[in-house]
Each structure stands twice: as structure tokens, then as C-alpha cells.
């Protein structure tokens, strides 16, 4: 019983910790760092609550030692899915009918432990097993899921403050109750705040969810999960199944409980899972609902106004920043004849001090790509642009796995704009430039807006306010978060909702109430308080 109307405390973003020498901070995540570095851990299949373990083994790999286990993982069979899935529905009529500030709190309170005790740990994790810098994992794996967490707390209240009006006599009132069945949540290896985000803002909702992580994340994923579990979350609510995505994915999408998909990754497999639904769509006890933030092919498109040196200072960040290998990274740009010697030099010097190698010397602004397959991958790009007479390298463009899987920040000239590289997603540290004629910046807008699938992120660098209007204009449907003399990456929760159109998802907006909205299914009630006794209406009397 709620003896009260009860407030969420007001979110408010949480504050980014530099690590600078000296810093309280860099001492104690360099302690983790040494600690999760000289043990393993094997985590298992939860489904329900109770540790499931396959003996069907993978590993987990440093990406920049990639000689350096930190653990294996057991991979989910039919009979461990089929648990988890039973579980989630087990679970729901009690996580349903907890109370709202009760399920708040518990997310809540796993910000605050994210906060502060366990910050290091989730950092150090995301750090060593998806090779990000100190920094990349504090704004991702702190910050931006400590942001989730808080905000969609805020989020879910306002949404369920949303009623309709009432006529005298009446009163009306929405119930925004979970989806019918259970939410499928697959995450990726490249955000840890994505992965917890996924999986937890269907289960505020009183949804419960079955989680597979991607297995290049399984690692701090699984402190994740550990940390909502400390935080109070039932069991069952959200079970961890890590496995062959395509071996999960098949056994969940035909189940007929499946009430919806909560999905970050690459087109390719987004458009699988749609079309798995769609062949499985008369066997399901409900329509599932689809939300999926996929792939981008990102801008920065420069106006001979622009600032040189900022243009080139966002350009380096945005496109090598985690190499990379962001949804929102700057992988194509397009520059103007007038400053193009001028980039070249300021570009160049900034690269030139660029460091690359562990993540665990902070000296180094780049660490490795996640895996052999992305590493091949851009290799092959880099390798095809050095062949072709269509493009050429103007900077980096080594590669040496050795010791781990790095690739030097390359950036690419291409003579022909549609280029395979200034159209495809690499997702890693190639940034592919094309120069257009100062006379032709509206039609080579068009072009930036036209040679893409996607619509993800974008940016335009202007001084000239008219140039920024008509980019503005131009560019409308080519990228759900634009940004204005700034890169197009590093969306913040509660300032830049994420997602984008197209090839690139369904635009639901992580970071706001309208991914909330996906999340429930409303029920109208309409009480009157004195009904009606006669059935004749007043039209019926005689003339």
C-alpha cells in the first residue's frame, strides 16, 4: 500500500573524472586495472537466478594483448535459452505488480554503487576487455549508464503521468502497463552503457528481459549484470545469456512469448532478426515490438567559413576516438578546395602526435580494434585504397597484429565521392575524405545526403550562419542527431537523445521518454460514476 505520491529525485548528468596525473581517480583505477589483469573468470548462463554452466567454453581475450585471457564463458544451448525465457515469464507477474518507486529504486541505487563503489571495477573491465582508454571507459561505462539509470527513472514517471482528460461524471485514467511476453534485448561490444541500457529500460517498465550480450563484452557486461543483482533486482527479471548470436537469436525469435527486441548492432543483423519475425509473425501471441539503433556511415561536412584548427581537432576525435568503432563516428568528411592544404598540414600535425598501444598506459589516445575480423576488415579497406586509382592514403595506414589488433588512424583521400569508403561502414579507425569545389556546396550537400544507407549522425563546421541553415535544411533526413561546429559523436543522456533513420534504426531515441513509450502497452479505464438506466436517447420521442 502507497501511503503517499511519491517523487524521483531530478537526474542530473553524472560529472566525468579527468584521471589526471595525481588524480585520486588514476590511482585507484590502476589498482583495478593490476588486479583484473593477473585473475580470470568464468561466467556462466543465468536464468532465473541459478548459474547454468554448458562446459561449451569461450574465451575472453585483451584486444590489445590479445595473448592475455581473462576468463572464459559458457555459451547458452536450447536447454539453457528455453530456461531463461521460462524464467523471464515466471518472473513477470510479480515484477509487474511491484510497485513503480519500488523497481525505480533499484536502478537508483545501482547508479549510486556505479557511482562510487563499483566505478572502478566496471571501467577497469571495459577497459582491458574492449581495449577503451581511461577516458572513452568513464564518459561509456560510468557516466553514460549511471545517465541511463537515473534518467529513465525520471523518464518513466512522466510517462506515467501522461492521462486523458475527464468529461463531468467520468473518470478516465491510462494504465501504462509491460508488454504481453517477454523483451529480447542484444547488445554490443563496442558501449557497456548501451549493454546495461538495453536490457534495463524495458524491465523499469515491469518487463523482464533475456539478455545476450555480444561475447567481445561478455566481460564487463557481466559486472553489469552482477551489479543490478547486488542493486536488488529479482531474479528472472533480466537473465544473461551469452552464446552464438546466431544460435540465441533463432531459439528466442520463434518463441511465441517474444514481446519485443531491444537491439544495437549492425544492420545486417537487425534486418535478420526483422525478417525472422516477420516469417514467425502468425505464431506469436502478440505483434513484437522492433526497436534497433544499427550502423552508420557518419559526416562532417566543412564550409569554407569553418575554423581550421577546430575543424581538424573534432575531425581527429570523431573519427579516432575508440577507434572508431562508435555508432556515431566520423568516418566520411568532406572539405572544401579552398582549405584543403590547410587541413592536410593542421591534420597531419595533430596525428603526428597521436600514441597507439595498451590501453593500460595512459599515454596512448588509441588502443586496439576489438577483434581478427574487424582487424582484417580494415586492413582489406586500407590495403584497396592504397590499389586503387580512386582514392589514396594521406596519413597512417599500418596495421600490425603482433601483439594485438591494431590499426594505425588512416585517413583516406577519395577522388571519386561515392568511393567504396565514403559509402560503406567500417566501423574502425578510417576516416575517408573527399574535397569538393567551393562553388558546389549545395549540390555536394545533396551528395553527402544521397550516397548513404544511413542516417545516423552528422555535423556541419560553419562560421557562416547561412551555410549552417542551408546545411541544416539539406541534411534534414540524413542524420538523427546533427550537430553545429561540433563532432558527431559523445550524445549525452537527457541533452541529445540517440538514433537515427534509415539504414541506421528505427529512431527510438535512447536517452529520452520516447524509447520509454516502446516499452509499455496502455490499457484505457473509463469509470462512470452514475451510469445510464434507460437505453432510449432523446432523439427517439415522438415529432
Known sequence: MNLGTFRVPVPVNEPVKSYAPGSPERASIKKKLAALASSQVEVPVVAGGQALRTGNLDSLWMPHDRRHKLGVFHQAGPKEIAAAIDAAEAAKPGWAAMPFEERAAIFLRAAEKLASTHRDLINASTMLGQSKTVHQAEIDAACELIDFFRFNVQYAERLMAEQPI???????????RPLDGFVFAVTPFNFTSIGGNLAAAPALMGNTVVWKPASTAVYSNWFVFELLRESGLPDGVINFVPGSGAAVGAAVVKDRRLGGVHFTGSTGVFNGIWRSVAENIDAYGQYPRLVGETGGKDF??????????????NLLRGAFEYQGQKCSAASRAYIPKSLWKRVQEELGAMLAEVRMGDVQDFRNFVGAVIDEKSFKKQKAAIEGAKKSKDARVLFGGSCDDSVGWFVEPTVLEALDPRYDTMCTELFGPVLTIHVYPDKKYAETLDLCATSSAYALTGAIFADDRAAV?????????????????????????????????????????????????RWVSPRTIKETFVPVRDWRYSFLGEQ
Open 469 to 517: 541553415l542551408e546545411a541544416t535544411n539539406r541534411l534534414r533526413y540524413a542524420a538523427g542527431n546533427f550537430y553545429v561546429n561540433d563532432k558527431p559523436t559523445g550524445a549525452i543522456v537527457g541533452q541529445q537523445p540517440f538514433g537515427g533513420s534509415r539504414a541506421s534504426g528505427t529512431n527510438d531515441k535512447a536517452g529520452s521518454i520516447l524509447n520509454l513509450l
Open 300 to 313: 562532417v561536412f566543412a564550409h569554407a567559413s569553418c575554423d581550421v584548427k577546430a575543424l581538424c581537432a
Open 166 to 176: 475527464s468529461a463531468p461524471g467520468v473518470w478516465n485514467r491510462l494504465e501504462h
